[in-house]
């Protein structure tokens, strides 16, 4: 069973910080690699963040040098570490398998509001 929790989202202040915890099943964490999904209102999902089993990331532009995933294989838990956060931040925040194309997946958690107000 696919098992998808995330936690740690809020409201914020511009130029605040968040961390962000997503635990998630085995089956859909093991050796795969993880990202860190958002969908503004009237938006699509996109994906802001992913790593790898070994630890290896990668970002999109809009939040490189602001947010920082990370893993902790032992708990089958991911994070997403987002500092200098900026109203355009603002957003439903999910965690899943680490995918171009999140349309595709079927699977998601109930995801964390984050709020960034200026």
């Known amino acids: 069973q696919v098992q998808l929790v995330e936690s740690g989202g809020g409201l914020v202040q511009a130029g605040g910080s968040l961390r962000l915890s997503c635990a998630a099943s085995?089956?859909?964490?093991?050796?795969?690699?993880m990202g860190w999904y958002r969908q503004a209102p009237g938006k699509q999902r996109e994906l802001v963040a992913t790593i790898t089993w070994g630890g290896s990331t990668n970002y999109r532009d809009s939040v490189k040098g602001r947010f920082t995933i990370s893993r902790d294989n032992a708990k089958n838990t991911v994070y997403l570490q987002m500092n200098s956060l900026k109203p355009e931040d603002t957003a439903v925040y999910y965690c899943n398998k680490a995918s171009a194309y999140p349309q595709y997946i079927e699977v998601w958690g109930q995801g964390t509001l984050v709020t960034v107000s200026s």
């Open positions: 085995g089956n859909i964490f093991r050796f795969n690699d």
